[in-house]
């Protein structure tokens, strides 16, 4: 089966998961996106949509679903998003797409994080895919010489901009064997906005497109 297919089976597993009547965080990246889609053949079951970026809320608004602020609801039942590495554990690498920082809040805002994905994706360590970092524009250099001491490579991603007016470093060269601490650790460097580890509040359940079958782990 193509990653696609299985993209698209994630998606659509995770429609399992909503009650009537939820208001859904929803997530960034051709994954989520795949999600948003599918939410839109059940949108009158659902309140509305919290979206964790501008191109998120546009794809929402053009299938009818109401996009709501994060402010305006008293928490989420529910948030759905892609990952670009999840492990066994649920902990995650995000902020491919760049999003991370608006993702963290929602999924800190959010009861039940259900991660969808490719099974490309489950890895035993993180860190082979460049670990995202949003930093305040003036800390770049600063930042970039604290990750080099952490042991990583950071590279700028290039002519990009976060939804916050923010950059991103994207960080190679990372073999992150405890989440929980690098999280902490690499979030305390002045400068860093969100670090794309999510470990201290993980997934709780991962839904993966496989060959055949939806694989769940919680
Ligand atoms: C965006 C993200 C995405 O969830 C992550 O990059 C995965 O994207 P895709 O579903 O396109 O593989 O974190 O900031």
Do not use: W
């Not at 965080?25 to 996106?33: F, K, Y």
């Not at 709501?68 to 066994?88: C, F, H, K, Q, R």
């Not at 039940?112 to 305040?136: H, N, R, S, Y």
């Not at 002519?159 to 690499?186: A, C, F």
């Amino acid at each position: 089966m193509s990653t696609e297919k299985k993209k698209l089976a994630a998606a659509e597993g995770a429609l399992d998961y909503i009650q009537a009547g939820d208001v859904i965080g929803v997530g960034t990246g051709s994954t989520a996106n795949y999600f948003i889609d599918a939410l839109a053949g059940i949108k009158g079951k659902i309140d509305g949509a919290v979206a964790s970026s501008e191109a998120t809320a546009k794809r929402l608004k053009n299938h009818g679903i109401q996009v709501l602020d994060l402010n305006s609801v008293p928490g989420l039942p529910i948030y759905v998003d892609g990952a670009d590495e999840a492990t066994s554990h649920r902990h995650l690498i995000k902020g491919g797409g760049g999003a991370l920082t608006r993702e963290k809040i929602v999924a800190g805002a959010s009861e039940k994080f259900i991660c969808i994905a490719d099974d490309t994706k489950l890895v035993d360590t993180l860190g082979a895919f460049p670990l995202p970092i949003e930093v305040i524009p003036m800390a770049r250099s600063h930042v970039a010489r604290q990750l080099v001491k952490h042991g990583g490579i950071p590279e700028l991603r290039d002519g990009y901009k976060t939804d916050n007016g923010n950059l991103i470093l994207d960080v190679h060269n990372l073999t992150i064997l405890n989440p929980i601490d690098k999280e902490r650790e690499l979030n305390n460097i002045a400068g860093v906005v969100t670090v794309g580890i999510f470990a201290l509040r993980p997934a709780d359940i991962l839904v993966l497109g496989g060959e055949s079958d939806l694989q769940i782990i919680q």
